[in-house]
């Protein structure tokens, strides 16, 4: 059974960083895009960044750019989300992500139809 497993979420102030985390058991995706998505209160979800595969491109929200960091490790099977400078709109539910995908272009990466497994979802939360 797939399982993808978030963790690091909390409660920061604007300003302050927090590392999120995403462990995948059941299968590798070293050559699939992993990517996180986030969904705040009364909106949609929607995309914040991508890694097409291990040690592949990256793309990242507008929003976040140059604030947010994604990376994976092949090895361990997991995918992180550095953020810094974090902001009050910041808060929100994320959802790590993962295709099944082999191939896509960017707007398919952008699109949660693309990912294929999800994790639980964790909390962050900025005060201002």
């Known amino acids: 059974q797939v399982q993808l497993v978030d963790s690091g979420g909390g409660l920061v102030q604007a300003g302050g960083s927090l590392r999120l985390s995403c462990a995948a058991s059941?299968?590798?995706?070293?050559?699939?895009?992993m990517g996180w998505f986030r969904r705040a209160p009364g909106k949609e979800r929607e995309f914040v960044a991508v890694m097409r595969w291990s040690g592949g491109s990256t793309y990242y929200a507008d929003s976040v750019k140059d604030r947010f960091t994604i990376s994976r490790d092949n090895a361990k099977n997991t995918v992180a989300l550095q953020m810094n400078s974090l902001k009050p709109e910041d808060t929100a539910v994320y959802y790590c992500?993962?295709?099944?995908?082999?191939?896509?272009?960017?707007?398919?990466?952008?699109?949660?139809?693309?990912?294929?497994?999800w994790g639980q979802g964790t909390q962050v939360t900025v005060s201002s």
């Open positions: 059941g299968r590798t995706f070293s050559r699939n895009a």
């Open positions: 992500a993962a295709s099944r995908s082999y191939s896509g272009s960017y707007s398919d990466f952008i699109t949660e139809r693309y990912y294929y497994y």
